[in-house]
């Protein structure tokens, strides 16, 4: 853990030091309400093979984005959504199940891979696992909201990129809750850091 929030304050640091642009544009910031869920690792899967009890599993997903097939072996669930997957599944099975028996189905039974972290000036500073996508506005309420210290105008995102640079987004949490700052409350995404000054 102790190592964790070293890793979290240096990220913090980094990114303060960078310059916000005057004008931020959210709208450019992905939902990923709208698009089929994209498995990560601890995620929980259960795997139908109609009429074939004995190839039907309910398997976590592994540290590694792995998880582990009767007749198929390992494959890599991490980083894809459900349809890929039973596609994935199908296919191997294909050399071991009729064709006209082969239908096979994938439930996401829990979802652990959802995870962001809340600090500075918050009633309950923390890690958060919620079983939905959250916004910046229930994240922060989540957290118990701001504290007597907070400013709440200042707030951030710290968000990584496909090239691993973390980036700052600006949230001003207080007209989020004034309901006047409506685009400001984007999707809080796997790995984010809330910064609450």
């Known amino acids: 853990m102790y190592p964790r929030i070293l890793a979290i304050c240096a990220w913090v640091v980094l990114v303060v030091g960078c310059a916000t642009p005057s004008?931020?544009?959210?709208?450019?910031?992905?939902?990923?309400?709208?698009?089929?869920?994209?498995?990560?690792?601890?995620?929980?899967?259960?795997?139908?093979?109609?009429?074939?009890?004995?190839?039907?599993?309910e398997t976590r997903v592994r540290p590694d984005g792995i998880i582990t097939i009767p007749l198929l072996g390992d494959i890599r669930a991490a980083g894809y959504p459900l349809s890929v997957i039973r596609?994935?599944?199908?296919?191997?099975?294909?050399?071991?199940?009729?064709p006209e028996n082969l239908q096979v189905t994938i439930a996401l039974v829990a979802s652990t891979s959802y995870q962001f972290t809340i600090t500075g000036n918050v009633e309950r500073s923390g890690n958060f696992t919620p079983p939905t996508y959250v916004t910046v506005l229930e994240a922060v309420t989540m957290a118990g909201g701001p504290n007597r210290f907070a400013s709440p105008k200042e707030a951030f995102?710290?968000?990584?990129?496909?090239?691993?640079?973390?980036r700052k987004i600006p949230v001003n949490v207080k007209l989020i809750q004034e309901g006047k700052a409506f685009e400001q409350n984007i999707v809080i995404l796997p790995g984010d850091i809330i910064v609450m000054p």
């Open 23 to 57: 004008k931020f544009d959210y709208s450019r910031e992905p939902d990923p309400r709208r698009a089929e869920y994209i498995v990560g690792p601890a995620d929980q899967l259960r795997i139908n093979v109609w009429r074939e009890p004995e190839l039907s599993v």
């Open 87 to 98: 596609s994935q599944v199908a296919t191997g099975l294909a050399k071991f199940v009729k």
């Open 157 to 166: 995102i710290i968000r990584g990129t496909a090239e691993g640079k973390p």
